[in-house]
T-cell receptor
Framework: GENVEQHPSTLSVQEGDSAVIKCTYS??????FPWYKQELGKGSQLIID?????GEKKDQRIAVTLNKTAKHFSLHITETQPEDSAVYFC??????????FGAGTRLFVKA | NAGVMQNPRHLVRRRGQEARLRCSPM?????VYWYRQLPEEGLKFMVY????????ESGMPKERFSAEFPKEGPSILRIQQVVRGDSAAYFC????????????FGPGTRLTVT
């Protein structure tokens, strides 16, 4: 079955710097890749997603890139702010109902 | 437009008791997923339900765990005879239709078994 690996598990950056989180997936049939942000005590919120027919998608300070050949995708956050501090999960979906999540990256943005 | 609601937010049970977790999907959504999250781990799929139907329960332990999504009312995840290893955060998510890949998560229920 699908397996999603996520790195790093913890990331600490200075406010204003960029943060990059990387994920790899195993099932080449995966074609939908969402990213979720989980703040303490809250549910996960979809922040950006990308489908396999594009290589990059950007939404203000957040961007996601996808390399289907290498089976990896990355989340880029620019000009980080303290409120970006949270746990971020990547996920992969083959178009069905089952979404497989990475183990998460705990991002700390130091003011 | 209320999002996905879960209750209770925190639940403490002694070993051997039953835990009932409730999830009300977003308005207009008829598909519900349940996930379990252990500390420092990602979300693990447990079960996928539509109204009155279990579509896939491949992620759910065969014993003590059950789920339902009745025609009326919330989806229920039921854990019988809880053990310490059941302590985790349980999240539900909903989506509007079959095949929709976007899922909207509730705030979760944190179950502690003492």
């Amino acid at each position: 079955g699908e397996n999603v690996e996520q790195h790093p598990s913890t990331l600490s950056v200075q406010e204003g710097d960029s943060a990059v989180i990387k994920c790899t997936y195993s099932d080449s049939a995966s074609n939908y890749f969402p990213w979720y942000k989980q703040e303490l005590g809250k549910g996960s919120q979809l922040i950006i997603d990308i489908r396999s027919n594009v290589g990059e998608k950007k939404d203000q300070r957040i961007a996601v890139t996808l390399n289907k050949t290498a089976k990896h995708f990355s989340l880029h956050i620019t000009e980080t702010q303290p409120e970006d501090s949270a746990v971020y999960f990547c996920a992969a979906n083959t178009g069905g109902f089952k979404t497989i999540f990475g183990a998460g990256t705990r991002l700390f943005v130091k003011a | 437009n209320a999002g996905v609601m879960q209750n209770p937010r925190h639940l403490v049970r002694r070993r051997g008791q039953e835990a009932r977790l409730r999830c009300s999907p977003m308005k207009g959504h008829s598909h519900v997923y349940w996930y379990r999250q252990l500390p420092e781990e990602g979300l693990k799929f447990m079960v996928y339900l539509q109204k009155e139907n279990i579509i896939d329960e491949s992620g759910m332990p065969k014993e003590r765990f059950s789920a339902e999504f009745p025609k009326e009312g919330p989806s229920i995840l039921r854990i019988q005879q809880v053990v310490r290893g059941d302590s985790a955060a349980y999240f539900c998510a909903s989506s509007p239709r079959q095949g929709a890949t976007e899922q909207y998560f509730g705030p979760g229920t944190r179950l502690t078994v003492t």
